[in-house]
């Protein structure tokens, strides 16, 4: 933490203290760090990370203990800019897992995939592990055609569930802390993914680790992101809304949305109301 305050200023969002960095920054960053012997954590918040961190102390507490926050949402980097701050772009933890995986792969350094979509299961309920090997598995076999020099510690689809468990829970901390990876992408969803990198972090402190959420589906090809038009544009909720709306339409509709309209007008009254801060 002390590297990263040192070279600019955080920006003020919703609670949080947001990285005013590229996506080729913060890999330069971890990659600097990761020479030096140093891991780290990535928190990427989303409106809806902001919404929930914004009404639990105890959760903003927790994910200020980050070494980088960085905004993996458009309508934050908007809110960002009206208020005043310099946020340059929107870094995406689905975005962050390839250019991440790259970097690695230059120096043959490792990478723990866990999360994703269980293996498919017999009618008897057996899984076909070598027919079709699950989310987890498949994220990192494609993250290692695409990086040559990648090296994969290891991989895990733990069931829904398993961190409720203490024996479950420990099995799982356990296996990534035996493969000592540089880098660990864990996507279980927030924010049960960021408790169970609090749990590891001090096991393995020369690894980085990065809450992804949705990425290691989109990666293993089981979630099919929005094209980049709507990326770009900060529709690509709309696109996972079209194409999940019994799970989402309430959390996207009823509750991020005004979230997120609230935040952009906070954010414009304080930009008419406060005198413009040295921006970093």
């Not at 200020?64 to 809110?79: I, K, M, Q, S």
């Not at 790259?102 to 979509?117: I, M, N, P, Q, Y």
């Not at 299961?121 to 027919?131: F, L, S, T």
């Not at 680790?209 to 094209?227: E, H, K």
């Given at each position: 933490?002390?590297?990263t305050r040192?070279?600019w ?18 890999v330069?960053?971890v990659?600097s760090?990761l ?10 918040p ?17 994910l ?24 340059p ?12 995986s ?16 269980p293996a ?12 079709s ?9 494609v ?17 829904f ?15 990534v802390?035996?493969?000592e ?5 864990v996507g ?11 749990r ?8 980085w ?20 038009a ?12 079209a194409?999940?709306p ?9 509750e ?7 935040l952009?007008?906070r ?12 921006r970093?």
């Open positions: 933490m002390l590297h040192a070279r200023r955080r920006v003020p969002l919703g609670g949080l203290s947001v990285d005013p960095l590229t996506e080729a920054e913060v330069s960053h990659c760090a020479a030096r012997g140093e891991g780290g954590w990535i928190v990427t989303n409106v809806d990370i902001l919404r929930q961190v914004s009404r639990d102390p105890q959760l903003r507490a927790q200020r203990e980050a070494d980088l926050v960085v905004a993996d949402g458009t309508p934050l980097v908007w809110a960002a800019r009206l208020a005043g701050w310099n946020l772009a929107r870094v995406a933890g689905s975005d962050l897992i390839w250019s991440l790259r970097a690695l792969a230059a120096d043959g350094g490792s990478v723990f995939v866990l999360g994703g979509t498919a299961a017999d009618p008897d309920g057996a899984h076909r592990a070598a027919a090997p699950d989310g987890a598995y498949r994220a990192a076999a993250l290692a055609d695409d990086c040559p020099g990648l090296r994969v510690a290891g991989t895990l689809c733990p069931p569930g398993f961190d409720a468990d203490p024996a479950s829970l420990e099995a799982v901390c356990a296996a802390i035996d493969a990876p540089e880098m660990v992408y279980i969803g927030f924010p049960r993914q960021e408790h169970l990198i609090r590891l972090r001090a096991a393995l402190p020369g690894t680790f990065l809450g992804c959420g949705a990425a290691v589906n989109f990666v293993a090809g089981d979630i099919q992101r929005a094209n980049p709507m990326q770009k544009a900060g529709l690509e909720w709309l696109d996972r809304l194409r999940e019994r799970r989402l339409a309430r959390r996207y509709l009823r991020d949305a005004p979230f997120a309209a609230a952009l007008a954010s414009l009254h304080h930009r008419l109301t406060h005198r413009p801060a040295h970093a």
